[in-house]
T-cell receptor
Framework: AQSVTQPDIHITVSEGASLELRCNYSYGATPYLFWYVQSPGQGLQLLLKYFSGDTLVQGIKGFEAEFKRSQSSFNLRKPSVHWSDAAEYFCAVYMEYGNKLVFGAGTILRVKS | DSGVTQTPKHLITATGQRVTLRCSPRSGDLSVYWYQQSLDQGLQFLIQYYNGEERAKGNILERFSAQQFPDLHSELNLSSLELGDSALYFC????????????FGQGTRLTVV
């Protein structure tokens, strides 16, 4: 079955440290992949997306993600985390069958000073 | 600000009641998607409308219905409400039929008591 897995429910990093949030997907065709961020009480904001081409994608707020087809992964990275990055992060894959975006369960990022 | 407007922001109602959630898409966007976010189910796709027509259906209960009006705003109707319907309901909009780039509203938090 098509799915998106975010193995880490919570991650805590120190301010200024690097960050990597993991995402694995299960989808037969070439995926369209997304990362969204949700701050408390807010909607979902698109960080970046991958449709095709360069497998390293740059997004907003200094985030990037790398698509690795062989590992069915689309991990999100940031070289230096800021306290304002504390939020919940969702990986999602667009499935043409059903024309829907399927989300992972989310990873809550805590940033300690 | 994503440009997608959802009203009301908060709604508290009793079991058995009916409520209507409203979504105004970004200017020029023809597609509207509805999602439900709950602690136990995560983000679940409910339904999509494109230019007034139902385009895709997800895990939407029979007690729920939606429509998109000629001015492209959409309403999600939830009836015979149960405690388990308490959730955050998001609307997203995109220009085309597919999910190439969609923007989310800030959601309506529904509490059923």
């Amino acid at each position: 079955a098509q799915s998106v897995t975010q193995p880490d429910i919570h991650i805590t990093v120190s301010e200024g440290a690097s960050l990597e949030l993991r995402c694995n997907y299960s989808y037969g065709a070439t995926p369209y992949l997304f990362w969204y961020v949700q701050s408390p009480g807010q909607g979902l904001q698109l960080l970046l997306k991958y449709f095709s081409g360069d497998t390293l994608v740059q997004g907003i707020k200094g985030f990037e993600a790398e698509f690795k087809r062989s590992q069915s992964s689309f991990n999100l990275r940031k070289p230096s985390v800021h306290w304002s990055d504390a939020a919940e992060y969702f990986c999602a894959v667009y499935m043409e069958y059903g024309n829907k975006l399927v989300f992972g369960a989310g990873t809550i990022l805590r940033v300690k000073s | 600000d994503s440009g997608v407007t959802q009203t009301p922001k908060h709604l508290i109602t009793a079991t058995g009641q009916r409520v209507t959630l409203r979504c105004s898409p970004r200017s020029g966007d023809l597609s509207v998607y509805w999602y439900q976010q709950s602690l136990d189910q995560g983000l679940q796709f409910l339904i999509q409308y494109y230019n007034g027509e139902e385009r895709a259906k997800g895990n939407i209960l029979e007690r729920f219905s939606a429509q998109q009006f000629p001015d492209l705003h959409s309403e999600l109707n939830l009836s015979s409400l149960e405690l388990g319907d308490s959730a955050l309901y998001f609307c997203a909009s995109s220009a085309g039929q597919g999910w190439t780039e969609a923007f989310f509203g800030q959601g309506t938090r529904l509490t059923v008591v």
